[in-house]
């Protein structure tokens, strides 16, 4: 029979053996490539919602928050840097899909640690403009009789003694914003 022949053909099997043996090599080759991209592994594995919730909750100062936005920023840069294809003996590997994915992570990592900060910057303002906003409401409501003179002018000491102390709550709103702009959040 015809595949008997093809068999028996020692040309047949010295190639047939040759393409095997180049499959197992190219086999190899791509998963050797492929684990040179486990170094961006952490970006794929981690739960993002559950490490930038454990990140806010630590009350990180911005400079902490730049330094995590700034290492994304760094993975970005990496990723970008990195070829786009690969061609390994007969096989063509396109690496954009991931390349993309990875930056897509790195972006929404950078995105969600400026809200953050954002927002720790806004409730900071908020808390001390709400601080001013009594203040001023309780000032200059006229007094109608002596006792609430006497509150009044006890609350003015009280807030001129905690002056320091809020004046002190600008500087690292200041640092927040500056490092918003610091990362192009506008």
Request: aromatic share 10%; glycine share 4%.
């Amino acid at each position: 029979s015809y595949y008997e022949i093809i068999c028996m053909d020692s040309d047949i099997l010295r190639l047939t053996d040759q393409i095997l043996q180049g499959m197992s090599t190219t086999s190899t080759l791509i998963t050797t490539y492929k684990s040179y991209w486990d170094k961006y592994k952490s970006l794929w594995e981690t739960e993002k919602e559950n490490s930038l919730k454990k990140f806010t909750k630590a009350s990180n100062s911005p400079a902490q928050f730049d330094a995590e936005i700034q290492r994304y920023k760094q993975q970005q840069a990496e990723i970008n840097g990195e070829s786009s294809t690969n061609v390994i003996n007969f096989v063509r590997i396109d690496c954009n899909a991931m390349k993309d994915a990875l930056i897509g992570y790195c972006l929404q990592a950078q995105g969600k640690l400026t809200g953050l900060l954002n927002n720790n910057g806004v409730q900071e303002l908020q808390a001390i403009n709400e601080f001013f906003r009594n203040s001023r409401e309780k000032l200059s409501a006229q007094p109608t009789n002596l006792d609430e003179l006497s509150a009044k002018i006890a609350f003015c000491k009280e807030t001129k003694e905690a002056l320091p102390s809020v004046l002190a709550r600008f500087e690292p709103v200041r640092e927040v914003y500056n490092t918003l702009f610091k990362n192009d959040v506008q």
